[in-house]
């Protein structure tokens, strides 16, 4: 026990506690200091079971109330000596005289977390099971002791097993309200998540018929503060989907590199999902949001080169997402240049050596790609609400794909429509990508009308072209994707102006007719998808 005595006149004299944990990580440790002040132990379960091993004296929930546990232990704490132990108000001499008359006793301290229900879904269990690891008396009591905090202490992260300690040590076996205030906050956070998570579960399990429901919650936990927001008078943190198992930039592992800011993180999401897109070796290299340059090839390092050439100028500073483990001579490649974020499903050691010549690049590894075409919701924040949308998982294939003019395009020009629409699909609208030989060699993004993104990217090809010595622009001989019809012919004229053989476009103009007659005078190729891929 500590020398000091107490100073706080709230703190409470910590007597007797409930511990009932499906995570007992450190509670061993944490039930034998709170013994060591004397403090009585009720427990239950498998918790009572690992503490009685480990020598804790332990009462069993059972024996305190004189109730067994009925119905495979869902009815084991829901009951008055436990609840009424928990929410009696100390200073209030009609509870007082309730627990008095119906012999209850203080319960002081509750150590309690819930049945894993989270980690049962993801373990692939059938519905029946995932009910069963629905939790009721340990929220009900978390509730309880939470709302009670002026006389209850309520724990229900191990994390906090030493901010406990700390202030028995420094108030004599006591507990302060500040930290019964902290407590209660993090408390009715974990039954609020635990809550969402079986909702959005249950929502899963009526299928897509069940539309959106009625009320929506989202929840998640924090993995990191982060460097600063989107500029550096802004926080910002990073909080990790519970019921979400997607490989990705949230749940990468860091293993090198300055902390993370909000738009690193952004921009790295971005890049990762991009690349996911494709099965053979691809690079994506992404600058606020958008691709400034994404490549396929044989091998990896050929596709960073062909990425990186569509717009050098534009790469510095910039995110890399590929889709294969981070070999040696890719790294090396890659110092050459200014950069912000590497992010891969794996890296070798060797790489990562290399790597450590630029100890401030930020290095990710997820461990795996993303599921293509996996159905999840994506949710924008707006002032006073939210807008939920179903994920843009929509891939086109050559089947889907309606030729609308005199000539139809060649295999390696249908080769090159289908992965310029699936960057175009990451790219912002109004989006133009012009691609040859499956890179893309100049990228429109972000404009207000179709025509200036056309020209944006018409002008990049000629830049790029020049940062290669090369007298001719790289959208000659190319083909163009773009995320959305074209209003006008006056964005292909520009198109073919720039010296694309083919184009592709989801259609569905009230002019598509003046757009194919614009491609049949100019010798073009072009399909129509029926999608279109806007992205706000």
């Known amino acids: 026990m500590g020398e000091h005595v107490i100073r706080d006149p709230r703190a409470i004299q910590i007597k007797r506690a409930l511990i009932s944990v499906s995570d007992k990580t450190g509670v061993i440790e944490f039930a034998e200091k709170l013994q060591s002040y004397g403090v009585e132990i009720l427990s239950t379960g498998g918790t009572a079971k690992a503490m009685e091993q480990a020598g804790i004296k332990v009462k069993d929930v059972s024996d305190h109330t004189g109730f067994p546990e009925i119905m495979d232990g869902r009815v084991k704490t829901l009951h008055p000596k436990i609840h009424g132990g928990i929410l009696a108000k100390r200073d209030d001499e009609s509870h007082v005289q309730a627990m008095q008359d119906n012999d209850i006793s203080d319960i002081d301290l509750l150590v309690v977390n819930l049945y894993p229900f989270v980690e049962t879904v993801q ?8 009910i069963e690891n629905i939790d009721i008396g340990g929220p009900a009591m978390i509730r309880a002791a939470a709302k009670n905090h002026n006389f209850v202490a309520i724990v229900t992260d191990p994390q906090d097993y030493k901010n406990v300690l700390d202030d028995m040590n420094a108030y004599e076996g006591a507990i ?26 249950f929502v899963d399990q009526m299928g897509e018929n069940f539309g959106f429901p009625r009320r929506i919650s989202f929840s998640g936990t924090l993995k990191q503060s ?97 889709n294969r483990t981070l ?63 179903d994920a843009d998982t929509f891939s086109i294939s050559e089947q889907d794909l309606k030729v609308v003019t005199d000539r139809e395009p060649t295999q390696k020009e249908l080769q090159d429509l289908l992965f310029s629409f699936r960057v175009a699909k990451h790219v912002k609208s109004n ?5 040859k030989d499956l890179a893309t060699v100049g990228i429109g993004a972000g404009q207000m009308s179709r025509i200036d993104s056309s020209r944006i990217a018409a002008w990049k090809a000629e830049e790029a072209a020049k940062q290669q010595g090369l007298e001719q622009s790289l959208a000659k001989g190319s083909v163009v994707a773009s995320d959305a019809f074209f209003p006008f012919a006056d964005g292909l004229i520009a198109a073919a102006d720039a010296g694309v053989t083919a184009v592709i476009q989801p259609g569905g103009s009230i002019r598509d007719q003046e757009v194919i007659e614009a491609a049949n005078e100019r010798g073009l190729a072009m399909v129509f998808t029926g999608h279109r891929h806007f992205r706000h």
């Not at 989006?431 to 691609?435: E, P």
Request: net charge negative.
């Open 123 to 130: 373990s692939g269990a059938n519905f029946d099971t995932c």
């Open 176 to 201: 302060t309200h500040a930290l019964r205030k902290k407590l209660a906050a993090t408390a009715f956070a974990m039954t609020a998540t635990y809550d969402s998570n079986i909702a959005s579960w």
């Open 226 to 322: 982060l460097r600063y927001g989107e500029n550096p008078h802004q926080n910002a943190a990073l909080y990790l989907i519970d019921d979400s198992v997607r490989c990705g930039a949230a749940i990468a592992t860091q293993v090198q590199g300055k902390e993370l800011s909000y738009n690193n993180l952004n921009d790295t999401d971005a890049a990762f999902e991009l690349v996911s897109e494709f099965d053979e070796p691809s690079v994506a290299i992404i600058k606020h949001a958008n691709p400034c340059g994404v490549a396929m090839a044989d091998n990896i390092l050929s596709a960073y080169k062909r990425a990186l050439a569509c717009d050098p100028v534009s790469a510095f500073g910039g995110i890399i997402a590929i």
């Open 327 to 389: 070999t040696k001579d890719l790294a090396e490649e890659i110092i050459q240049r200014f950069v912000e974020v590497i992010i891969a499903p794996d890296i070798e050691g060797a790489a990562l050596d290399a790597l450590k010549a630029k100890p401030n690049i930020r290095v990710l590894t997820t461990g795996g790609m993303p599921e293509r075409g996996q159905k999840r919701r994506v949710v924008n924040r707006i002032a006073g609400g939210m807008l939920v949308q």
């Open 431 to 435: 989006a133009i990508v012009y691609t």
